[in-house]
């Protein structure tokens, strides 16, 4: 996704947090999403954030919203190895109404046991 | 309980051969989606119907056409396939009411084209 960016792999070892990041560019986003997808799956949808949002927090994973720099973040506490997987962030564009996402590249998690 | 659900999973074929995917969502969704994953994991939007009419169709090659019998399907058909149309591709759905936010996927389609 061209107006997406996250970088592509991250690594980081069992029992320490992840930071998963992306920045996007469409200041009209409504909402901003993290999925999920693990080998061989479809997409899981672990939390959203709306815009008027600045943190939010569900059980290990707690999201950060800066809309001054346009930057998004997916901090996973306590990482397992079954959090290993890629990650992606996506906005919805309401103001088009198109409602389609808008995809990251994605960011490859690994954790180390 | 399948909200989602696409079939085949895998589909092998040559150049030049037609082939359909199907989807289907029972969550009483008004919008449904297709979206295609390339070999390096990009996701991009293809089309998007809202109650069986077409409401985004993106840059894809008109090989490729949508059809919703009702709101509770979407089929993906796809002329002459060539090399560069293998991909994985995802069905979603989504409500159409504001404020509801999630799209819901399905398990994806691994079209290889030989």
């Known amino acids: 996704g061209e107006d997406v960016e996250q970088s592509l792999f991250l690594s980081v070892r069992e029992g320490d947090s992840s930071v998963i990041n992306c920045t996007y560019t469409?200041?009209?986003?409504?909402?901003l999403y993290w999925y999920k997808q693990e080998p061989g799956a479809g997409l899981q949808l672990l939390t959203y954030?709306?815009?008027?949002?600045d943190m939010k927090q569900d059980q290990r994973l707690t999201v950060l919203l800066n809309k001054k720099d346009k930057h998004l973040s997916l901090r996973i506490a306590d990482t397992q190895t079954g959090d290993s997987a890629i990650y992606f962030c996506?906005?919805?564009?309401?103001?088009?109404?198109?409602?389609?996402?808008?995809f990251g590249s994605g960011t490859r998690l690994q954790v180390q046991p | 309980d399948t909200a989602v659900s696409q079939t085949p999973k895998y589909l092998v074929t040559q150049m030049g051969n037609d082939k359909s995917i199907k989807c289907e969502q029972n969550?009483?969704?008004?919008?449904m989606y297709w979206y295609k994953q390339d070999s390096k994991k990009f996701l991009k939007i293809m089309f998007s119907?809202?109650?069986?009419?077409?409401?985004i169709n993106e840059t894809v090659p008109n090989r490729f056409s949508p059809k919703s019998p009702d709101k509770a399907h979407l089929n993906l058909h796809i002329n002459s396939l060539e090399l560069g149309d293998s991909a994985v591709y995802f069905c979603?759905?989504?409500?159409?009411?504001?404020?509801?936010?999630?799209?819901?996927f399905g398990p994806g389609t691994r079209l290889t084209v030989t």
């Open positions: 979603a759905s989504s409500p159409v009411l504001a404020g509801e936010y999630e799209q819901y």
């Open positions: 469409d200041s009209s986003s409504t909402y």
């Open positions: 954030i709306f815009s008027n949002m």
């Open positions: 996506a906005e919805r564009r309401d103001g088009t109404g198109r409602r389609a996402l808008t």
């Open positions: 969550l009483g969704h008004d919008t």
């Open positions: 119907y809202n109650n069986k009419e077409l409401i």
